[in-house]
């Protein structure tokens, strides 16, 4: 392993890069290069401005010229001012960064109906402006000056703006001094026109010479701004190939369609232009249909390339007659162009009442895409969650056949190898690059949020991105290393998770008792990390069964040990989340049909990732007429099946009982094969229980206390476990206080008043017993 991580000879991994980049054209991994340049030790100073002149040039073969590359440029010759490689870029393309040197030269409105105080505000505005530029534009022709005398391609180039500048340089000069003539003609007794007249034309001649300026970058603007290639832009997405391969065909239709007309060929029934687009949330659906609007418009089907977004908030209304009005004005912008409606299924809610206008909504759409005065003048792209999307469709007849199942695309999942990718294209479209280390945490922190369908995808990854640099920005503190301002490592990445004060292994040894349950729990928990390290090693793994079921007497530490078994899958790496969700039948069943499948559903998204705890799961087994118990675990038995790793269930409850629930189901018995078993705590367990919770609030227990306790519960068989341990507790810290503020007010904290009495316990128990606490 560490001859792995051993850094390879300076000169030789220079030479390697120098290879790839003479081969390639570019330096795939410009982010190890970064990362490799931070290695280095200062005296090395030669070695970094190579590195970086290279990945310089690298970066500018595949983005272009940029400020990264500008930036990396003049560092590497702030290191070594020999560097031919910089000095030669530097020459050849630092021109490209001076197109705004003439931005500053806007000067405000010259009027010689103002008053005499407008006057001088606005001379003392123009020798600024003047001033400013002037410092600018001298350094800038220095450096013009500079690059003639250097062997370079743009020699022409550098004398065109070195002239412009020169003469800009003085005409601001000359302006200047008008400036400062017109001010103390303004202040003083006789005012003269002749500053105001000579300011005009100064201004009119920079106005000249800025256009002149402007026109010798116009080809390197032109070149950014130039419409793109819808097909290319598709090409260049990361990922979607049978999402490509789609659109592409369906592009080439269209084509050919309009080739057919131009020949006069008669189509009867043209290929609808509507479109569903189906998908988890961050797949690219609003990207697709920009993309779709863009091809329609190039194909001269539609006339314009605008797409019109709405959501459920723009077209349903809140009283009859809105909602009809409010989709024609959204149709109507739409006109010639497309309109977008994202989560589309969200018109139609689940048994709506007559105050929702959603059906109104999509029923008024329908008819507006079918009617005379706009049928067949825009296309309307649908998009949303594929299952949604389909009941959605049969919400109206006339709704599904005005988008033909040629007209649907499923837009998958992203890979996380293809999220990873999109990530580095985030990071470059923010000037970043991304180490090998954090790359890997980018990669973990992908897996950690892709719990469930409402996982964001590109979203997601972007949202991750934009957090590692706003962490990096907030802890630099103005450092002025360059690789601060250009490179994420793994620590921007890692989560500032607040670290617990005993790890779950430490939890389940300090608990009272249990002693075979604790056991049971740490050999699962070996033989999960055995597995895990067999497949790391490239060997198969034997089925890890996760399920369980918690069999005991109330309060004998179910529910804890379930939040500790959560926190142990954790820190394996089993589940994501590592959280508990604590459910009883009244989570889950319904008072009718369709409504109990619906919120087992629900309760099963919040566990995902996390530890689904059904405590009295007997419950769910009912045997009257019209209960939804059933229902219940039929649809977990699906759910634990769909989602497989993502999500642990336990099943708690009296012995006897949990068996009969799990006959109840062949594939409920088959998931669960882990049983653990909760015995009552013994009468010695109980009391260490109630020292340790009385310590908690810095209580102690005397030794009479103690003596009542353990005779007391030797002969009275109380039910509730730790429960009984608490409560007792609670009631005894009442009737200690009640004891020594009834016999006369404390004036002074003794030791007395943290100690807990026989008498307090005897008061306490016969609460309980009476069932007063």
């Not at 407008?118 to 001033?131: G, H, P, W």
């Amino acid at each position: 392993m560490e001859q792995q991580r051993k850094i390879p000879n300076p000169r030789e991994q220079i030479r390697n890069w120098e290879q790839e980049l003479d081969n390639n054209g570019r330096i795939q991994d410009e982010g190890a290069l970064l990362s490799f340049i931070k290695t280095l030790a200062g005296e090395e100073w030669q070695i970094k401005a190579d590195l970086l002149a290279m990945a310089a040039i690298s970066r500018s073969r595949t983005i272009g010229h940029d400020a990264l590359v500008l930036n990396w440029m003049e560092k590497s010759l702030e290191l070594d001012p020999r560097n031919e490689k910089a000095k030669h870029y530097l020459s050849a393309h630092k021109w490209k960064g001076m197109s705004d040197l003439f931005d500053e030269l806007t000067f405000p409105p010259l009027r010689e109906t103002d008053n005499r105080a407008a006057k001088k505000n606005t001379a003392e505005q123009f020798v600024l402006i003047c001033r400013q530029f002037l410092d600018h534009a001298e350094a800038g022709l220095e450096q013009l000056r500079t690059q003639l005398h250097k062997e370079n391609g743009f020699k022409e180039r550098y004398q065109s703006l070195s002239v412009i500048l020169s003469e800009a340089i003085e005409e601001t000069s000359a302006l200047l001094k008008a400036s400062e003539g017109y001010e103390q003609s303004i202040i003083g007794v006789f005012h003269t026109s002749v500053h105001y007249e000579e300011m005009k034309a100064k201004i009119k001649k920079l106005e000249e010479l800025k256009k002149d300026w402007e026109k010798q970058f116009i080809d390197e603007k032109s070149r950014t701004s130039e419409e793109t290639d819808p097909l290319e832009d598709l090409k260049g997405m990361v990922g979607l190939e049978t999402v490509k391969d789609r659109v592409n065909d369906f592009y080439r239709f269209l084509k050919y369609q309009k080739k057919r007309k131009e020949l006069g060929f008669q189509t009867r029934d043209e290929l609808s232009l509507n479109m569903i687009l189906t998908g988890n949330p961050g797949t690219g659906k609003t990207t697709l249909a920009r993309l779709l609007a863009k091809i329609y418009y190039r194909l001269g089907v539609l006339p314009r390339a605008e797409v019109i977004e709405a959501d459920r908030s723009q077209l349903v209304g809140a009283y009859v007659g809105q909602t009809e009005e409010n989709v024609r004005k959204v149709v109507e912008k739409a006109i010639g162009g497309v309109l977008f409606i994202d989560e589309a299924y969200s018109l139609k809610r689940e048994g709506q009442t007559g105050n929702d206008y959603g059906q109104t909504a999509i029923d008024t759409l329908v008819s507006l895409m079918t009617g005379h005065e706009y049928g067949d003048r825009f296309a309307v792209i649908l998009a949303g969650y594929p299952e949604e999307m389909r009941q959605f469709l049969d919400a109206n007849p006339g709704l599904r056949s005005r988008f033909p199942q040629s007209n649907l695309i499923q837009l998958p999942d992203y890979s996380d190898e293809e999220l990873l990718k999109i990530g580095e294209q985030a990071a470059s479209d923010n000037d970043y690059l991304l180490s090998k280390d954090a790359r890997m945490e980018l990669l973990r922190r992908i897996e950690r949020e892709r719990v469930d369908d409402t996982f964001g995808n590109a979203r997601t990854v972007r949202n991750i991105i934009l957090d590692a640099i706003f962490k990096k920005g907030a802890q630099t503190g103005g450092e002025s290393d360059i690789f601060q301002y250009s490179l994420l490592d793994k620590e921007d990445f890692e989560l500032d998770e607040e670290r617990k004060e005993k790890n779950a292994k430490d939890k389940l040894e300090q608990l009272i008792g249990l002693e075979n349950v604790k056991n049971e729990v740490k050999s699962l928990i070996s033989f999960v990390q055995m597995q895990q390290f067999r497949v790391h090693k490239g060997l198969p793994a034997v089925p890890i069964q996760l399920h369980s079921v918690f069999t005991g007497n109330p309060g004998t530490g179910k529910t804890t040990v379930a939040q500790i078994y959560a926190e142990l899958l954790k820190e394996c790496g089993i589940l994501k989340r590592g959280h508990l969700i604590i459910g009883s039948r009244a989570d889950f069943v319904a008072g009718y049909v369709g409504q109990t499948a619906i919120k087992t559903k629900k309760k099963i998204r919040e566990a995902l990732g996390g530890v689904l705890f059904i405590d009295e799961a007997y419950s769910l087994l009912s045997q009257g007429n019209g209960d939804f118990g059933k229902e219940v675990i039929d649809t977990l038995v699906d759910e634990m099946t769909r989602h497989n790793e993502n999500l642990v269930v336990i099943l708690a409850g009296y012995p006897q009982e949990m068996n009969e629930l799990l006959e109840s189901n062949p594939g409920l018995r088959s998931r669960f094969k882990k049983f653990f078993h909760f015995p009552d705590y013994t009468v010695e367990e109980l009391l260490e229980i109630m020292e340790g919770y009385a310590s908690k609030y810095e209580y102690r227990l005397t030794d009479a206390g103690k003596s009542f306790i353990h005779k007391a519960l030797k002969v009275d068989v109380i039910g509730g476990n730790g429960r009984l341990a608490a409560n007792l507790i609670d009631e005894a810290i009442q009737a200690q206080a009640f004891r020594l503020m009834d016999e006369a007010p404390l004036t002074d904290f003794t030791d007395e008043a943290v100690s807990l009495e026989d008498s307090d316990f005897e008061r306490a128990l016969e609460k309980i017993k009476k069932g007063e606490s």
